[in-house]
């Protein structure tokens, strides 16, 4: 099998509908989760030990984290509970619905984002230019070891110099062999990014796949969005992003991602289905209350590279 080529009925995404009403994956929210009983779907997932449950019916996502990371459950539920009640907020990511225990153990349940869209195709961008945690009041952040453990990965992808680096992304076939302005229902896709790299499914003449330089990053971001249309989209959706980063003190994101996705049906048209929300919460600083007291810099600077790189590449 050619690792770097996916069947779409194989594709799943953690915040999109299964194949069965109610499942459990060990995944990052953040990252492709292919079909569980494929050996494929096994060597792509992330690495991150969270626990995931989907309700198709309900159009329900539910997370946890792992036992022994209960702190980053708490700021992650805290931050998305009273970001979902805050209008500079709460268009920009999932919906929070409620908290609930399943099986003794808490889960945060949020709107799974991809309802209503037939044929999600995804994006997973991690923000920022630092993936360790600061210090913030009596939090000591990251210590010496593991900030130099994290900035020599860093260095290693465009983290550091664009604020953004690709962690998973699923690239359609090219747009020749669309149909009626449409990816067809049994399209191949590639799969591109950190996490691939890390499964090993980036071998050969597929290095730009990877994502690790800056064109590299560029070619990746013009084939997930092969139209000019699409990267208008994209543009227009990523404005208010910008907009409230280039205004917000309140907090401070380490590790978040910008989950990307649009319907392959009509997504050749003048005007195709695009949406985006900023997922990932766990390692949030400030609140209301105690506000972080800075721009996040690192955010707003991979937000503005997404931006300026789909310009670049065309969108009228």
Known sequence: MNMGL???????????????????????????ALDPSSDTGAQFRGGHAENQLVDINACEFKKTHDASHMDRFTVEANFLRTASQDPLWASLIPKYIRQENVGGHPFIVLYMVTCGFKRPIIADFKLGTQSWVPAFHDKPGADGKKRAKMDALDSASTTKTLGVRVTSIQIPPSTPTWVNASVPADAEYQVGGRAAVKKGLIMGSDQWKAGMNEEQFNQLLQAYLPTPALRAQFVKELQPYLDTFSVQKTYHFTGASLFVFYDGEGAGSSNPKLSMKLIDFPHT??????????LDMGVLKGLTTLRDAAKNAGTE
């Open 6 to 32: 996916v069947s779409v009925t194989k594709v799943l995404v953690a915040l999109i509908a299964p194949t069965s009403v109610s499942y459990r994956v060990e995944d990052s929210a953040s990252t492709v």
């Open 285 to 294: 600083l400030g609140s209301p209350g105690d506000e972080y007291g800075e």
